[in-house]
């Protein structure tokens, strides 16, 4: 007896469903101590591409939400930068694997929100993710740049060795949505610093999802805070907070830059202003050693004399 024939065609109502199926838009959420949470007032607003399209809703970051990254950003500084540099070198190059991993998406964003062909969004995406790698090289290295031992006339050593300043706030770039937002957080996270970062109010959505590979690359939730809103709004109450301990303006307008370092100043906050950058260029160490403090021990090596020393 014959079989009859299988019957390959899809269904009609398959066939519906199908051509019905809404789109899954990405719901985009702030990075605060290692979560995910929407503004703490509820509030979001529109990110438009650079024909003015609808990209998606970022959160619209409060005053609120700026006090509660600082606190995560003081409760993790401990940890952090108590690790050794290497295990912290391991970390960032970790999280450089997770941004090649999800490298088409980064670029599609950096592409919508710079209004750029895919191939220059591309070679953005690329440089962001090398020099990502770059500063995790340095952070076994910075020390033996900057510090050492110093000649004094006198039975002692005198060592000095760089540290962390603290927490640090960070307005990232506006224009340069990924590349320049890679090179202002990660010198300051490479030598044991904690960061509070504003996203580019234009184009802060490659920052929202550098969050959520920073959350699955073995970094310390609090380390990294993402915020993104009115840049001014944030930043404000930021600059006057008691407990950052340093501001990074590279993002900032001459005129808001000015009241912020005045804000800054209550608490002698260190203050790097913002300039003109070539974020394609070679970096140096500049902003690796903007953040870091000097420590240096004298250590007593006992009375020298014409018949050596004595201890």
Same mark, same amino acid.
């Given at each position: ?59 619209? #970051? #409060? ?113 340069? #949505? ?10 300051? $996270? ?43 709004? $944030? ?49 140096? $160490? ?22 050596? #020393?004595?201890?």
């Amino acid at each position: 007896m014959s079989e009859k024939p299988k019957n390959t065609e899809k269904p009609k109502n398959t066939e519906k469903a199908e051509q019905q199926r809404l789109s899954v838009f990405k719901t985009y959420k702030l990075y605060v101590g290692g979560k995910f949470p929407r503004s703490e007032s509820g509030r979001v607003y529109e990110v438009t591409d650079s024909k003015g399209e609808w990209l998606a809703n970022a959160p619209l #970051s #409060s005053r609120k939400d700026a006090r509660d990254a600082v606190v995560a950003a003081r409760k993790a500084f401990g940890g952090w930068s108590g690790a050794t540099a290497y295990n912290r070198g391991q970390v960032l190059y970790r999280v450089a694997e997770m941004l090649e991993g999800r490298r088409d998406q980064f670029v599609r964003e950096v592409a919508d929100s710079e209004g750029l062909s895919k191939s220059k969004a591309a070679a953005i995406v690329d440089a962001a993710i090398d020099r990502w790698v770059w500063y995790a090289g340095w952070t076994d290295k910075i020390a033996q740049v900057v510090g050492g031992g110093n000649p004094v006339a006198g039975p002692y050593f005198n060592l000095s060795t760089p540290e962390p300043t603290g927490v640090v706030t960070v307005l990232a770039p506006q224009e340069s #949505s990924f590349l320049g937002l890679v090179s202002v957080i990660a010198p300051v $996270i490479a030598t044991g610093n904690t960061v509070i970062v504003i996203a580019s109010e234009k184009s802060p959505l490659p920052a929202l999802s550098l969050g959520e590979v920073l959350a699955t690359s073995d970094v310390p939730g609090g380390v990294v805070n993402v915020l993104s809103g009115r840049t001014a709004e $944030i930043a404000t109450p930021l600059a006057a907070h008691q407990d950052v301990n340093a501001i990074d303006l590279a993002g900032a307008d001459d005129v808001l830059a000015k009241e912020l370092e005045v804000a800054a100043a209550d608490n002698l906050k260190r203050v790097v202003r913002p300039q003109a950058v070539d974020y394609f260029a070679a970096p140096g $160490i500049e902003r690796l050693t903007a953040f870091l403090e000097t420590k240096t021990v004298w250590h007593p090596t006992g009375a020298l004399g014409a018949s050596g #020393s004595s201890y």
